[in-house]
């Protein structure tokens, strides 16, 4: 299967909780449509450094990170940034890496909105046991019931 790319929302969910409560004004959620690397090899969303300022993204803590070349580099882990792809989001971590990176759509937001890889097509496409909105899965988890002894 080939690379390629779906165009995502990403903007800063500080800010939309901020205009959620009324504290903020709608209109001033830092947000960039951008096309990213539909990526199912990388776990988490990748950004470069100046889109994580752009969006005014908080620093949490450092990672190493693997790249495809066999390098490890030191990055910033940033949040909490919102992706969105059609009806369905995920609110999270990034990685900001330095330079013209690209931005890569990790397997971890793909789950979290319940999509999957359609590689006829090269497309992301709604789970289609879950066709209308995201399903969140708790695998082994006792969620309903008396607690577990």
């Given amino acids: 299967m080939g690379m390629f790319t779906e165009e995502i929302e990403l903007s800063n969910a500080g800010d939309e909780e901020m205009a959620l409560r009324g504290i903020a004004n709608p209109d001033d959620v830092r947000r960039e449509v951008v096309r990213a690397i539909v990526d199912s090899g990388a776990t988490m969303l990748v950004i470069p450094e100046v889109l994580a300022r752009r969006l005014g993204l908080t620093t949490r803590d450092r990672k190493l990170i693997g790249i495809a070349d066999g390098s490890v580099i030191d990055c910033d882990v940033v949040g909490l940034v919102k992706v969105r792809f059609g009806d369905r989001f995920s609110i999270g971590m990034a990685i900001a890496v330095p330079g013209q990176a690209q931005i890569l759509l990790g397997a971890v937001q793909m789950e979290e909105m319940d999509l999957l890889i359609d590689p006829r097509s090269q497309r992301l496409v709604p789970n289609p ?6 399903m969140a899965f708790a695998v082994g988890a006792r969620v309903f019931g008396p607690p577990a002894e």
């Avoid at 046991?129 to 995201?134: D, H, L, V, W």
């Fill in 129 to 134: 046991q879950s066709p209308e909105r995201a």
